[in-house]
């Protein structure tokens, strides 16, 4: 078979049988898309939205037994991975499981206190939700436990509202009920398999919030740095900065001078690990190093000095229940569940973001809903269990995974070291001073600071780096939630301002091919004589179809005056390249039937290029098709200026 | 000069001057876009975003005189068409102004009633907006004065919160000072040319709501046409029902028949109109004709019966001043302000999209931004005069339209009548029945509920279609501010899921030419071995960067076990269309960045084609294009397809 007879038996083969002859060139039909009922495209959107992993793929073509396994390894991910388990995997995880231990005890206590909770607190949080996230999570290098960020905002919040020194068994209390409800939001999140709202929180505002969230708690650090013993319990930096200027007569040298030494030498082993990944160690194990040296020195000064604070009694033993302390009604309902919902997405944004990273370093992939649900489930039994908010944390992982973690039995090994430490240690931490807390604080959320970052962002694109400085700024100055809401409104803002004002582009031919490109982008392209080629690169919607007829217009008008102009042949026919039309609404619709209507009435040609399937149906649905004549739609650029210029011709030729 | 030479001349000129040469097919190589500031790209971006129509442009190459005159002509557009005004013109306004003063007096009336304000606030609202209209506004048809769902709203919102009998003074004042909000919010979108805030009122979102407004508004005529006396004065579908129903015992029949006898006669006469819009000057004339006769019968049996309710005392004279009732603080000031902006923006959009629909069957331009002004400032001005919102309404347009009018001299014409009336007739309105205001009001609004472009919603666009749904429950049973911010919401959740789930295409070639189309359209389309082509159909943001990565990933998943079956080559380039990615944020340059290193893991070449402006110049800046290699980014599909597959012919003859 030739090839020409194998083209024009394909062309009378296919759905949409109007082969169009020409003298020219070849014309294609634009085809509407395989006929579906409105069922059968709400069940594809409704995969499309929910399901874009396909997670039953794996269970087709299976026997039943099959499934059963295929769903238990499913929900419990240690199924896959503990068959093959082996000693030479175990010495690894023993490692890497002690060392994010030695980071996790002196984390978990200064952790606690960013949230103003009890130092004990931090330590139960480090035992219980490890040991659930290795049973349910895919990660096999997330180091969990507390985290700065969720820690920060959920004692900037609650303390607003309460006092954690006067009502502490209230703040308790809200602490563990927002930790349910963080719990329960994440694991719906997953459940409904809704994954796609903590995208929301694109990266831009994250590094603004970070940044912000850092300055504003290595500020709260002064009070234990500078020895302060009145302090604002507000968050926003102006409270903040006046209460460290106003209680100057409270500052001590001895705290500051501590303070300063271990800042240093903490900050020293930091940039020492930065540059050499290899020696990673020397910063994990700096915190417990830090405070086991002023614990001792301390203790050994005890009789000396009164003006070093430290963090006093501990009780011993393990997480005690705490069910008893939810509470689901009363006037501080609301509260808990809004410090829930924020705390629930902010950790969960970094867990996902953190198992993610990590998974993409060895080439695994981690399931963003399987791991909400994850650590959904453990929030909920952290909250019963004395454990608040906890995630997948950035440094514990990153320490994890250098320590050479294979599987999530290294959080195991981690909680069965924090599980001794428990039951026999806490009363070496009797002396431990909190201006040692303070100073790994502060070098935690130093890090956290990523200003190359942002200066990356303002190179690329301006609204991003908008976007970042809006959260920066709003948790600096407002709040947290405010300066989210702010940097998220900013972000969606970007995405309709994108849509309000589409570009519009005037193409032209590069000679000698079928290409139409941008005339003002490439030199090489051309204007066709008595044609205006507009490409739109955006979705026709209600929220832009006035202005994109109105922008449409002013082209043709413009055009027709540069004509006059140059004294170039008149215009005849405008092509509107679709390409990028990705959607089209009602209104969408109603604006090209009224351009087509106008431009009618000037006398000029109007048609459609290479509509896309969902546009063509629309296009179809609305009768459009029908008013424009299927020759109003061509498939390519080229083969509709062929077309048309070769129907002037023969109408020119005849008489 | 010859073709071929000057083709080679074009491409060693252009800004890209890399030339590939290759043994099949000439490769253009995809050019960055002219270089330029950020500032001159901010400069062009508020210019796209605030000044799309080029205001200035007629300004240019003029002396300065001519520029006096056009800016004359620009702010006030009487000075453009009063020089050419003459006695032709002027009778067709005449006929047209009588005839639109005929609907005007007892609409003014109803419409008051509406916003349960006294009567003759609507004939003072017929009176001074229009006249600043027909100087400042630039729609020859647009016929002035209150309008039902603008007065409806302003009645619904105020006296939820204040009772129009009780503080009547204070409701007075209340709805002055939300007309000056709505004037000053309506003229500053026009002076800050920010006209597109209204587009996202789309027409499906205003289809329902309306359709909502005037069941509401139908149903709370029921109290003047069954003659209740006492009546609920909240505006839920639910409170009036009942109220209805709870008040049978003061239902009478004198009303009952009176109203049906003339809702019959209206509607009668509106039904001919609309099948024979020649006769538009029954239903025009219909309403005052039946104001007419029923107050001559109220008057005639007004011994006989008590039970038919009439307006009563109306003051003679024209509108006093009301500069003194403004107030701007104190409680209710907040109130007023939100009456304002959603009384404002609603009244906006009717009036905007009335002016435009005329200008449209007559082909002349209303220029959106200016149009916003003059309703504003015709609305500050009312505020001052006894005047409540009012815009322009498209039962008036219209009927202005059809009784010829052709310059804003028929708003003049109509104001001189309401003058008359306001000054001598006003006694002459004290026996009409509120009943037959009622049967004006029901006649009125049924018009607005357009259940067949509800139906066309549904079946074109569905997610419209919802939105349309929501705005019409939203305002049923929840309340006017509400179901609006719900029906935008979800439209712009409609704009949103589209980013959030972009839709991908598989592409195949149409063979013996150079165009690739979706293969699940076009069956003429087929694979190309080894290669697998991706078409992404959304801009790539923060909000789907993560998803369509796993979605390319699972592309290629499910190419490569379709692969397997059918035993063919394996598969080797993974081609991603750009042409429709309109734009790409940071997360979204980070995605390609990932797949990338992803792909090559996997032995996957992968390569961009034709990125457009905006994105290219994002790839560059963030040294993408360079990790890529300038080799990896083709112009079109047909090139990539063809450059590669030369190279592997190559390697493979090589030894």
């Given at each position: 078979m030739s090839h020409e007879a194998n083209r024009v038996e394909n062309n009378s083969s296919s759905p949409c049988n109007v082969a169009r002859e020409t003298t020219i060139v070849e014309i294609h039909t634009v085809c509407l898309p395989p006929e579906k009922t409105a069922f059968q495209k709400l069940k594809r959107r409704v995969a499309d939205v929910f399901f874009p992993d396909d997670p039953l793929q794996r269970f087709r073509n299976q026997t039943w037994r099959n499934r059963v396994v295929l769903g238990l390894k499913s929900i419990f991910p240690i199924f896959t991975w503990a068959p093959q388990y082996n000693l030479k995997l175990f010495r690894s995880?023993?490692?890497?499981?002690?060392?994010?231990?030695?980071?996790?005890?002196p984390q978990g206590i200064?952790?606690?206190?960013?949230?103003?909770?009890?130092?004990?607190?931090?330590?139960?949080s480090s035992f219980v939700p490890p040991l659930i996230y290795s049973i349910l999570g895919s990660s096999k290098h997330l180091g969990v436990g507390p985290v700065s960020i969720a820690s920060l905002v959920m004692g900037s919040m609650l303390s607003e509202s309460i006092s954690p020194t006067q009502d502490s068994t209230l703040y308790l209390k809200l602490a563990f009920?927002?930790?349910?409800?963080?719990?329960?939001?994440?694991?719906?999140?997953?459940?409904?398999?809704?994954?796609?709202?903590?995208?929301?929180?694109?990266?831009?505002?994250l590094i603004g919030f970070t940044a912000g969230a850092a300055v504003i708690v290595a500020l709260q650090q002064l009070k234990s740095l500078l020895g302060i013993v009145h302090f604002t319990s507000q968050m926003q930096i102006v409270p903040v900065v006046s209460s460290v200027l106003n209680h100057r007569s409270e500052w001590s040298w001895q705290p500051i001078v501590m303070g300063l030494v271990f800042l240093i030498i903490l900050l020293t082993t930091r940039h020492i690990s930065m540059k050499k990944p290899k020696l990673f160690w020397i910063s994990?194990?700096?915190?417990?190093?830090?405070?086991?040296?002023?614990?001792?020195?301390?203790?050994?000064?005890?009789?000396?000095?009164?003006?070093?604070?430290?963090?006093?009694?501990?009780?011993?033993?393990?997480?005690?229940?705490?069910?008893?302390?939810?509470?689901?009604?009363?006037?501080?309902?609301?509260?808990?569940?809004?410090?829930?919902?924020?705390?629930?997405?902010?950790?969960?944004t970094e867990g996902i973001a953190v198992g993610r990273t990590f998974a993409s370093l060895k080439n695994y992939q981690v399931n963003g809903n399987k791991e909400m649900m994850a650590i959904g489930f453990m929030n909920m039994a952290g909250s019963c269990t004395s454990c608040y908010v906890t995630t997948g944390s950035f440094s514990r992982s990153a320490v994890n995974y250098n320590a050479g973690a294979q599987t999530a039995v290294s959080n195991i090994v981690m909680s069965s070291t924090v599980l001794v430490t428990l039951l026999f240690l806490m009363p070496l931490f009797y002396y431990t001073p909190n201006v040692i807390l303070a100073a790994i604080i502060v070098t935690a959320v130093i890090g956290l600071i990523d200003y190359e970052a942002a200066y990356k962002l303002w190179k690329v694109d301006k609204l991003d780096f908008l976007a970042c400085i809006c959260s920066f700024f709003g948790v600096l100055f407002i709040s947290v939630p405010l300066g989210l809401a702010v940097a998220v409104g900013v972000s969606v803002l970007k995405i309709l301002l994108h849509v309000i004002r589409p570009n519009t582009?005037?193409?032209?031919?590069?000679?000698?091919?079928?290409?139409?490109?941008?005339?003002?982008?490439?030199?090489?392209?051309?204007?066709?004589?008595?044609?205006l080629?507009?490409?739109?690169?955006?979705?026709?919607?209600?929220?832009?179809?006035?202005?994109?007829?109105?922008?449409?217009?002013r082209w043709i008008r413009e055009e027709e005056s540069r004509i006059k102009e140059n004294n170039e042949s008149s215009l005849k026919c405008i092509v509107l390249d679709m390409t990028a039309v990705t959607a089209i609404d009602t209104s969408g619709i109603e604006t090209v039937s009224e351009l087509r209507k106008k431009l009618e009435k000037q006398a000029l040609q109007f048609v459609l290029v290479n509509p896309v399937g969902s546009v063509?149906?629309?296009?179809?649905?609305?009768?459009?098709?029908?008013?424009?004549?299927?020759?109003?739609?061509?498939?390519?650029?080229?083969?509709?200026?062929?077309?048309?210029?070769s129907t002037w011709k023969a109408q020119y030729a005849q008489p």
């Open positions: 995880d023993v490692i890497s499981g002690l060392t994010i231990a030695s980071l996790a005890i200064s952790y606690a206190k960013l949230a103003n909770l009890p130092p004990i607190i931090g330590l139960y009920t927002a930790t349910f409800f963080a719990g329960v939001f994440q694991a719906s999140l997953g459940l409904l398999r809704l994954g796609f709202v903590i995208d929301f929180l694109s990266k831009a505002t994990a194990a700096a915190p417990l190093t830090s405070v086991v040296i002023s614990t001792v020195f301390v203790y050994l000064i005890r009789s000396k000095t009164q003006s070093i604070s430290f963090i006093g009694y501990l009780p011993k033993g393990l997480n005690p229940p705490s069910l008893n302390m939810l509470f689901f009604s009363g006037t501080h309902l609301a509260l808990a569940i809004k410090t829930g919902l924020i705390t629930g997405i902010l950790s969960l582009v005037e193409l032209g031919n590069i000679s000698g091919t079928l290409i139409y490109q941008s005339l003002e982008r490439y030199t090489e392209a051309s204007r066709i004589p008595s044609f080629i507009l490409a739109i690169e955006s979705p026709i919607y209600f929220a832009n179809s006035s202005y994109l007829q109105d922008r449409i217009l063509m149906e629309k296009l179809h649905n609305s009768k459009i098709v029908e008013s424009l004549g299927l020759g109003g739609i061509y498939l390519t650029v080229g083969e509709a200026v062929s077309d048309i210029s």
